[in-house]
């Protein structure tokens, strides 16, 4: 697509909008916003990146925080058919990576059921970017060989995960909306064979002007966010690569 090219009317482009920090966003990501009818955009976009869009292209809120939904999942997925359907290009825009923790499958299981077109633009997943921007490499010779993205709240309500999967040594998790059940977490590490002084990490508001990162152990993790009073968005980070902190922080120094 070049600079000045008008967008495919009737179709749909799912596109990550990265972690936070603007600067993140894709060339492709940035281009689309700047050429959309519409945008139906999420609570985790970061503050400036709905500023590239066209002063005249409809904004929808969409955004979901814990016990707010401003649409509920159903509601989302056939607002995407219906603007299509008025011959509108239609931009999904989601914090992070859409197909990581951000139901996009299911948003584009319902257009490919109306017959709607529809492309996908990744984006940097939370993960990665507060990872890079907290100094935590996710993966590293001496500390982890793997690295294992899950979420901290499933579809029931639960966190009923494979413990005995997550608490294996030389890797590192990443829980995504894991604060409120932190403590859970913890002791699930902990009674799956993880030490209580294992490393552990909050970071909130990542790669953004406010980020903060949280230090602790599984043994101390939920006493940290109870006395820091810590608040979404956050990630928590489990592994030993969480020690090289203090030594590869770099975007909280300046």
């Not at 179709?11 to 009818?37: F, N, Q, S």
């Not at 584009?108 to 490499?137: D, Q």
């Not at 793997?146 to 040594?169: E, I, M, Q, S, Y």
Request: with cysteine; proline share 6%.
């Amino acid at each position: 697509m070049k600079k000045d090219d008008k967008l495919e009317a009737g179709k749909v482009w799912l596109v990550g909008a990265g972690p936070g920090d603007p600067d993140l966003l894709t060339i492709k990501a940035a281009r689309l916003i700047a050429h959309a009818d519409a945008l139906v955009f999420d609570h985790l976009v970061g503050k400036g990146i709905m500023d590239l869009a066209r002063p005249d292209a409809r904004r929808i809120y969409a955004g979901k925080e814990a016990s707010n939904h401003a649409l509920p999942q159903q509601s989302i997925n056939h607002l995407l058919v219906d603007l299509a359907r008025e011959g509108l290009s239609v931009i999904r825009l989601k914090g992070g990576d859409p197909f990581i923790f951000g139901r996009g499958g299911e948003e584009l299981e319902t257009l490919a059921a109306s017959g709607t077109p529809f492309e996908v633009v990744p984006g940097i997943t939370a993960a990665t970017g507060c990872a890079a921007y907290s100094g935590f490499p996710l993966t590293h010779r001496d500390h982890a060989q793997a690295v294992t993205f899950v979420t901290g709240h499933l579809k029931d309500g639960t966190v009923n995960l494979d413990w005995p999967a997550l608490a294996r040594p030389g890797q590192t998790v990443v829980f995504y909306m894991g604060l409120g059940a932190a403590g859970e977490i913890a002791q699930q590490m902990i009674n799956h064979g993880l030490s209580s002084l294992t490393p552990a990490a909050v970071v909130c508001n990542g790669t953004s002007p406010t980020q903060r990162t949280l230090l602790a152990t599984l043994g101390t993790l939920a006493e940290r966010i109870a006395e820091t009073r810590i608040k979404p968005p956050a990630l928590i980070v489990v592994g030993s690569v969480v020690n090289l902190h203090a030594k590869l922080n770099w975007f909280e120094q300046k």
